[in-house]
């Protein structure tokens, strides 16, 4: 079945870098956009970056522009958040999430995975 | 950037009562050359992912049970439960995905 599974989170000491994977099966990775948004503990839902299905565009948010990196390799199937400079504030369950339509951006978000949770701290 | 906001932030109805919850964006989240609003609704549980409910702002994905329903248009929508069910006790995110997506601050829902 189509599927998500996040990896690669955990406590880290701020200013410090952690890299998040997302192994996705069950689809055709290589024709959707992906997306990283996070939660932090008992607040909404925040979008952090987008890759087009090729890899060939990214946006972020503002808040993490700089500081993080989107990236996939369409050959293991698997979607990676870069996060450097990491600060308190990027504490959160971090989701990865399939476009609901292959090829351009532009679509709602229609699989989930089921988190992964980072801990900036001291 | 597009800022979505939703009232009520929470509300509490009767099983089988009818929930509304609006959304509004800062600006109109339709596009002019295929008639489409770029906006869904989420629901999420505790301990859960988020769970597409609509897209298109009034399609519903496969699976979802036919009280749910979205309207709207342009900058402002609204996700209809026409009948509370127990399983429906949840918070609901609208988003827009004209732009960089965004997501509004949610809506708790509860049994009264």
């Known amino acids: 079945q189509v599927q998500l599974v996040e990896s690669g989170g955990g406590v880290v000491q701020p200013g410090r870098s952690l890299r998040l994977s997302c192994a996705a099966s069950g689809f055709t990775f290589s024709s959707y956009g992906m997306h990283w948004v996070r939660q932090a503990p008992g607040k909404g839902l925040e979008w952090v970056a987008v890759?087009?299905?090729?890899?060939?565009?990214?946006y972020y948010a503002d808040s993490v522009k700089g500081r993080f990196t989107i990236s996939r390799d369409n050959s293991k199937n698997t979607l990676y958040l870069q996060m450097n400079s990491l600060r308190a504030e990027d504490t959160a369950v971090y989701y990865c999430?399939?476009?609901?339509?292959?090829?351009?951006?532009?679509?709602?978000?229609?699989?989930w995975g089921q988190g992964t949770m980072v801990t900036v701290s001291s | 950037d597009i800022v979505m906001t939703q009232s009520p932030d929470s509300l509490a109805v009767s099983l089988g009562e009818r929930a509304t919850i609006n959304c509004k964006s800062s600006q109109s989240v339709l596009y002019s050359s295929n008639n489409k609003n770029y906006l869904a609704w989420y629901q999420q549980k505790p301990g859960q992912p988020p769970k597409l409910l609509i897209y298109w702002a009034s399609t519903r994905e496969s699976g979802v049970p036919d009280r749910f329903s979205g309207s709207g248009s342009g900058t402002d929508f609204t996700l209809t439960i026409s009948s509370l069910q127990a399983e429906d006790v949840a918070v609901y995110y609208c988003?827009?995905?004209?732009?960089?997506?965004?997501f509004g601050p949610g809506t708790k829902v509860d049994i009264k």
């Open positions: 988003q827009q995905y004209y732009s960089t997506p965004s």
């Open positions: 999430a399939k476009d609901k339509a292959p090829g351009e951006l532009g679509f709602a978000f229609d699989i």
């Open positions: 890759i087009s299905y090729d890899g060939s565009n990214k």
